[in-house]
């Protein structure tokens, strides 16, 4: 959507709604006198965790950020934003921001009072120190960090850390890292092909996934595909507005994805249908796997875990087949289960298995990491002289360790999807002060109840944040940074192939410092405090830190001098084809495709992609918890003109199973389960199954307690501690029950 379509769909006094930000109203003098000469135009990246990172163009005049567009230049892009982008011009304007330093007199009092940078730095530098004094270490410093910010300079918060000493790390991913495991174990690497090359496929499955919300620019490439006649089936447990575009739809019970791949692999073997040549020359481990299938798997058996006929599967598994080429998008979600790996493991090798690996407009599509290739001079920094670690009896508390000890001494890891009780766990020592940055945990992490029990054995918790979210409210001082548009950094995709830089287009309002800014100010107290107890630089100059992550790597591989050849717009990567895996030469031990992998059977799962069954039911309904098309967990839901589109939360419930609880549309009603329990008012739908209840990811600053992660327990993914550092987490096999409340 372009920029003047968008302002085009509103009404002036819709638009006028919008200052500070001074936009041009259609009809208006202002619009017919507008000159783009009259702005500067900046380069911007969006850093949320999302498919898409789209390349931003952002207009400012008088120091006022205007508006903004998508970059015309990137095809991915190509000139448009989604509705969470459009509302960009409001998030550092908006009189919700955190503006000052600030600290709490007693957590979720809300009594808070503004202190100047230097007393914030003071009260948080002598802390450490403490800690350092009382434990001998650092390790009693936990930092929890994900991807609210995915500028690559943002891994400055890692290299702080890293500055003070060793420190306990939160590691792992709640997004995709069963996925990644089993991509890894299939493949030699997590690589998808160009979504742009979807164009060419001939029958598209999109598994799990919802880009009419999730990924607005990867559907304009589906729908063009059928427009050239591809056939489209969207797979999900929910009718979503995807599901709406797509020619076939197929409702599955939940978690069954494993089951219904095999099955289609069954037919396509009895069929005949396998792709001789990628199985025989590039393939490790097939005539055992179809052994398998023969054994244990029937298409009748695949339609009853399921719930989709067998006919259907049959059907739509020989069009698959015979497709040339055909591909299938596997969603992060469908792998959020305790069955998340296998499944995906089973339909990358109905993938493998008609020919689609290494095939343009064909692919296991999940996600890749091959434009990513930067210093990470933020991240990496070096610990003070002397610093203590974690290794072997240093956990213990026992320092008096050898010279060849202390060589070896590391960071102490613990699981970021069982947040709470890896606080509440861990000893010798204990984790008494958290540094919370680009995340809000209270906001997407699990069991919210438990959580806020094990906050209030930390001593000190620092969050650093634009705004007064759950997690702020449960914390000691909360420190403001700087939104995309008030720093320097840059920014890749693990979607699509483009980088993008983001130029300072605006300066940081209040007292807004960037993430290094901070690490910067820190260190500079920690040595006035403490000489030598911090190796970060007490200046630093975002734009060129920003540079330093170039490499010539990244020049050759994007074809630019310079990364100042990116302000003039975005590069996309230099393939030699736009499809992964095209030269056959796997990552595998064996260098092909591993329908076995021995390394996956030596991790304690299956070698085959076997079928393995789901988490068992605990309670009365499936749960499940996506993301909003409005936000990205609890970024931008919050701002003012979020609520228009989006003003309250709801429970949707199929009607026949809203009939047998006595429950009327828009009734309020309680949903609970052995985690807790959520209110908030019914609205009555089919696109949700009889035995389901779905309720969108993330609410706040509304005066309202609705979190979903009160219903949310921390059960573990089966895979994700190969790649990831820690298991994934079973976001989508959570159960509970209702009642009108």
Not at 59 to 70: A, I, P, T, W
Not at 246 to 274: C, E, F, N
Request: aromatic share 10%; net charge neutral.
């Amino acid at each position: 959507m372009s920029r003047r379509r968008f302002l085009k769909g509103m009404t002036a006094a819709g638009a006028a709604a919008m200052l500070p930000c001074r936009l041009l109203v259609p009809g208006t003098a202002q619009a017919a006198a507008f000159n783009p000469d009259e702005f500067q135009v900046f380069r911007n990246a969006c850093p949320r965790n999302c498919y898409d990172t789209c390349s931003i163009k952002s207009y400012v005049k008088d120091g006022v950020l205007q508006f903004v567009e998508g970059a015309p230049e990137s095809t991915f892009t190509d000139g448009g934003l989604c509705v969470k982008g459009y509302s960009y011009t409001r998030r550092p304007y908006s009189p919700d921001r955190v503006k000052y330093p600030m600290v709490q007199d007693g957590r979720r009092t809300g009594k808070w009072r503004r202190v100047s940078w230097d007393e914030a730095m003071d009260m948080i530098a002598k802390k450490i120190l403490e800690l350092k004094k009382q434990d001998g270490s650092l390790l009693g410093l936990g930092m929890t960090k994900y991807s609210g910010n995915f500028g690559i300079t943002n891994y400055g918060v890692e290299g702080l850390m890293s500055s003070l000493g060793y420190t306990t790390r939160f590691v792992g991913t709640p997004c995709w890292p069963a996925g990644i495991d089993a991509q890894n174990y299939d493949m030699g690497n997590m690589w998808c092909n160009d979504p742009e090359d979807m164009v060419k496929a001939r029958y598209v499955i999109v598994w799990g996934a919802n880009p009419a919300w999730c990924s607005v620019h990867t559907m304009k490439f589906i729908q063009e595909a059928k427009r050239r006649g591809a056939k489209v089936v969207v797979i999900d447990p929910v009718f979503t507005q995807t599901a709406a575009k797509g020619d076939v739809y197929w409702q599955p019970k939940t978690a069954s994805d494993g089951a219904l791949a095999l099955g289609m692999a069954r037919h396509i073997l009895d069929k005949g249908l396998v792709n001789k040549d990628f199985v025989e020359s590039h393939a490790h481990g097939f005539n055992e796997f179809a052994d398998y299938l023969r054994k244990n798997v029937t298409v009748e058996w695949a339609a009853e875990q399921s719930g989709i006929p067998a006919q259907e599967i049959r059907e739509v598994a020989e069009e698959f087949a015979t497709a040339d080429p055909a591909t299938i998008w596997i969603g992060y979600g469908m792998q959020r289960h305790t069955n998340g790996g296998a499944s995906v493991r089973s339909i990358d090798a109905l993938v493998a298995m008609t020919g689609n690996i290494g095939k343009e407009g064909g692919g296991a599509r999940y996600g890749h990491l091959q434009t990513w290739g930067f210093n990470y001079n933020a991240f990496i920094q070096k610990q003070p002289e002397g610093s203590v670690g974690f290794v072997g009896a240093a956990a213990k508390g026992e320092f008096d360790l050898t010279a060849d000890q202390k060589t070896n001494y590391s960071d102490r890891t613990v699981n970021i999807n069982k947040t709470a009780q890896a606080i509440l766990d861990t000893k010798d020592p204990a984790i008494r002060m958290l540094w919370v940055s680009c995340k809000n945990p209270f906001g997407q992490d699990f069991d919210r109840p438990k959580l806020q029990k094990a906050f209030d054995t930390l001593e000190m918790v620092v969050t650093v944040d634009q705004f007064f979210n759950e997690t702020v409210a449960n914390s000691d001082i909360v420190l403001p940074v700087t939104t995309l548009f008030e720093e320097w950094t840059v920014n890749a995709s693990y979607w699509h192939y483009w980088l993008s830089i983001n130029e300072q287009a605006i300066k940081p309002l209040h007292e807004a410092k960037s993430n290094l800014e901070i690490g910067a100010a820190l260190s500079k107290k920690m040595n006035e405090l403490s000489p030598g107890s911090c190796t970060l630089p007490t200046e630093i100059d975002g734009k060129e830190w920003m540079a330093k992550e170039f490499n010539q790597g990244i020049h050759d591989l994007f074809g630019i001098n310079d990364w100042t050849d990116l302000q003039k717009g975005p590069a996309k990567a230099k393939l030699a084809s736009s499809a992964s895996w095209h030269d056959m030469k796997f990552g595998t031990p064996s260098g092909k495709y591993e329908f076995r992998s021995d390394l996956c059977a030596e991790h304690g799962h299956k070698a085959l992609p076997e079928f393995k069954e789901g988490r068992k039911s605990y309670d009365k309904f499936r749960l499940l918890t996506p993301h909003t098309k409005f936000g990205i967990h609890s970024q931008f839901v919050n701002l003012d003109w979020m609520k228009e589109y989006n003003k309250e939360p709801f429970v949707y419930m199929h009607p026949k199973a809203a009939a047998g609880k006595g429950i009327t549309d828009l009734d309020m009603v309680r949903v609970f389960n052995k985690v807790g329990e959520q209110k908030a008012r019914v609205k009555l739908t089919d696109n949700v199954a009889e035995d389901c209840l779905l309720i969108y990811e993330a609410w706040f600053g509304r005066g309202s307690d609705f979190n979903v992660q009160n219903l949310v327990d921390d059960e573990s993914a089966d895979m994700g501690a190969y790649k990831a550092g820690a298991p994934g987490v079973a976001i989508h096999d959570q159960f509970a029950d209702i009642e009108r409340a």
